[in-house]
């Protein structure tokens, strides 16, 4: 119980505007609509291009601007990289030493 008291809680700060940066698990990779999430964190690659696309799409929605950052490890992960790139037709580039603040935030 503990657990989903700390989950529901923690869904709640999102919704409630005191917390901006969700670190993205399948957890809330699908039928979350939250406002305002300017950065989205993969920290393990999805398995498939659809799940990273309902993944990144929390950051930017509402019309506001977004980042998602996906930590790529392992050969499986730049595979699944590569095919959301072919998928969606976008290419996604290597994370800069300086991120400017404008880029990802309204």
């Not at 990779?29 to 398995?47: L, S, T």
């Amino acid at each position: 119980m503990f657990f989903l008291n700390f989950r529901l809680a923690k869904y709640q700060a999102f919704k409630g505007f005191s917390k901006r940066i969700l670190v993205a698990t399948d957890l809330f990779g699908r039928g979350m609509d939250i406002e305002r999430v300017n950065i989205v964190f993969n920290y393990d690659m999805p398995e498939d291009s659809d799940t990273y696309l309902h993944r990144v799409a929390r950051a930017g929605r509402f019309g506001t601007k977004g980042l998602a950052i996906t930590f790529v490890s392992e050969k499986t992960d730049a595979q699944v990289l590569n095919s959301v790139q072919d998928r969606f037709e976008v290419n996604i580039t290597e994370l800069p030493d300086e991120i400017d603040v404008n880029s990802y935030s309204k």
